[in-house]
């Protein structure tokens, strides 16, 4: 998969012009915007959450809007409004910032859930409704979405269902101090946003993400996945496990990742890393264990640690 490689070490290496110390985070990312699917970045302000949307943006070239989620946000301001245009007699639709490639949704969970629930049609299938009129959305297209996981005065949690469409939750964590004094010297005059450039054309993009759909994934990894997804299920301290679309989210991620390291085909190794990230915002944790702060993450974890690991066959037929 050199293509794929290529186009995604070109980007990755962009980024890190701006987001520094955090490589892991940064191809995170990427992975979701190969697999054509969305983030939801869940830290405390100030990590750089809005800057790594604008810098993947730029490195792409593809067209973005940040929508700053509050309050008194109405649906028809993420889809649109159709407005009635005297002169031709007739209704025109005024697209709204959703019509965008990459979508910017800053603090989500400050709007209300009728307001959220504006991102469901577009997030799933990649189209808006306005006045029974349907629109299709722009190729590529993400949404990444970003929350403060500590300040709940004034937001509203989201709904399952919405949840379920993220493809991938990540926190990127505040740098260490060497990271730190980096990100000092790299904006004592200027931000470094203001000067990377395009590196990767949408036609690129476009192509590796469909080229991640020929990565082999062979059927003991498959069942390997399976096995992960239903152990969320029937986990002591989880309500709710994670559906189907995160069996398809964890496949699609390991095709991505493995394509990144040059691989064609998807290793277990692949999946136990992609696991908590993929997987633990889609689960519901019961309320006794919300009581003893049971985590998500942590339940994962600790079902990835007790799963037996298969074997690796770069084909069918020839075990490694």
């Given at each position: 998969m050199p293509i794929i490689q290529d186009v995604g070490e070109r980007i990755?290496?962009?980024?890190?012009?701006?987001?520094?110390?955090?490589?892991?985070?940064?191809?995170?990312?990427?992975?979701?915007?190969?697999?054509?699917?969305?983030?939801l970045i869940e830290d405390v302000p100030g990590v750089g959450k809005t800057m790594l949307a604008k810098a993947l943006a730029k490195s792409v070239g593809c067209t973005f809007q940040r929508i700053q989620f509050t309050p008194d946000l109405l649906p028809s301001d993420i889809t649109g409004i159709s407005m009635f245009d005297q002169r031709t007699q007739e209704f025109q639709f005024r697209p709204g910032p959703i019509m965008a490639q990459l979508v910017l949704t800053d603090e989500i969970n400050r709007a209300t859930p009728k307001t959220q629930s504006a991102l469901l049609e577009a997030m799933e299938e990649r189209q808006v409704t306005v006045d029974d009129r349907t629109y299709r959305l722009p190729e590529p297209f993400m949404v990444m979405a970003t929350q403060n996981p500590i300040e709940y005065e004034g937001t509203f949690p989201l709904p399952e269902a919405q949840l379920d469409r993220f493809l991938m939750r990540i926190t990127l964590g505040h740098p260490n101090r060497e990271q730190e004094a980096q990100i000092l010297d790299a904006q004592r005059y200027r931000h470094p946003i203001e000067d990377i450039e395009q590196v990767v054309t949408v036609e690129e993009l476009l192509q590796a993400q469909q080229e991640i759909h020929d990565v082999y994934v062979d059927d003991l990894v498959k069942n390997y996945i399976v096995a992960l997804v239903h152990a969320t299920r029937e986990y002591p301290d989880v309500y709710l496990g994670a559906s189907p679309r995160g069996s398809l989210g964890l496949y699609r991620c390991g095709q991505a990742w493995a394509a990144l390291q040059g691989r064609d085909y998807v290793m277990p190794d692949d999946i136990k890393l992609l696991a908590v990230p993929v997987l633990a915002h889609r689960m519901i944790i019961s309320p006794s264990a919300r009581i003893r702060n049971v985590d998500t993450r942590a339940v994962v974890g600790n079902i990835v640690s007790a799963e037996p690991v298969p074997g690796t066959r770069a084909r069918a037929g020839s075990r490694q």
């Open positions: 990755a290496s962009n980024v890190e012009k701006v987001i520094i110390g955090k490589h892991d985070e940064v191809r995170l990312a990427l992975v979701a915007l190969l697999c054509q699917g969305h983030v």
